[in-house]
Nanobody, 114 residues
């Protein structure tokens, strides 16, 4: 069965960095676009970024462009999100999501606070 396991979240000060990982299994990872979606406390879901199956095409929501970098390692079936210059408004649960938003991980909490 499809499994997506996120890791790497935690508490970080404003301006800091974190790298999220998502270990994928149960499907042919390198055939699918993958995405990161987040949900801030008390708010709805927000698409953050996606990367195509080959890893050479990426897209970002405006608020993270230039600060976050999505990447993937198809040999390791792992998705990444490098987050730099973090802001308090980046505080959210971050989910790894398959193409079409069909499958979701359980999420990892990122808290940006001094």
């Amino acid at each position: 069965q499809v499994q997506l396991v996120e890791s790497g979240g935690g508490l970080v000060q404003p301006g800091g960095s974190l790298r999220l990982s998502c270990a994928a299994s149960g499907f042919t990872f390198n055939n699918y676009t993958m995405s990161w979606v987040r949900q801030a406390p008390g708010k709805g879901l927000e698409w953050v970024s996606d990367v195509n199956s080959g890893g050479d095409t990426t897209d970002y929501t405006v608020s993270v462009k230039g600060r976050f970098t999505i990447s993937r390692d198809n040999a390791k079936t792992t998705l990444y999100l490098q987050m730099n210059s973090l802001k308090p408004e980046d505080t959210a649960v971050y989910y790894c999501v398959t193409e079409g938003w069909d499958y979701w991980g359980k999420g990892t909490l990122v808290t940006v606070s001094s």
